[in-house]
């Protein structure tokens, strides 16, 4: 039986990877697709668990060659799903999540309209800029050009089916889980 696919969004450092590991860790039949990227591999990531790290031409060649569900340029970086992964583990009965953004999220949503959109948001747009500050990850460049982002993917999160606020790991988690359970019952 063909299962659900369900699109997590949120604005980077809101802590969207910390709920989908607490969710993973309390649901281990659900898979997390792994998307490909353009963007360098950080120091604590490794290939084929985080991304799948391509250069901008092999990522090119993907795009030419219809190979993605979505595909979406981000902070000078090309980020896109596999269709042949996610087609496979939905039809091979696994509920499947990707970790999207939200320009590469409506795109899912356009092509598979039974996709549950959930965005991740911060409880407030200062401490999220509280939180990409503390990571020490990007120089300040980048981290201004993450939160001019910011304002736009909340804008696009009002396209979601959910909106979930991270303003405590666990009770985020806790929402994340019942919003999934509810869902992949009504397939």
């Not at 607490?22 to 591999?41: A, D, H, Q, V």
Request: aromatic share 8%; hydrophobic share 35%.
């Amino acid at each position: 039986m063909k299962k659900k696919l369900f699109v997590l969004s949120g604005s980077s450092g809101v802590g969207k990877g910390t709920v989908i590991s607490g969710f993973l860790k309390r649901n281990p039949s659900y898979s997390l697709s792994i998307s490909c990227t353009t963007r360098k591999m950080r120091p604590d990531e490794t290939e084929g668990v985080n991304y799948f790290y391509l250069t901008r031409e092999e990522f090119e060649k993907s795009v030419q060659n219809d190979e993605f569900l979505e595909w979406a340029e981000f902070a000078q970086n090309l980020y896109g799903t596999k269709r042949a992964f996610v087609e496979k583990c939905l039809n091979n009965g696994k509920d499947l999540i990707l970790e999207l953004e939200t320009i590469g999220a409506l795109k899912v949503k356009d092509q598979m309209p039974d996709a549950v959109l959930i965005f991740i948001a911060p409880p407030s747009f200062e401490e999220l800029e509280h939180r990409l500050r503390n990571r020490h990850t990007e120089d300040e460049e980048t981290i201004q050009k993450r939160l001019s982002e910011v304002r736009a993917e909340i804008e696009r999160s009002k396209k979601y089916d959910y909106v979930i606020v991270n303003d405590e790991v666990d009770r985020a988690i806790a929402e994340l889980e019942k919003i999934i359970k509810d869902e992949a019952s009504n397939v």
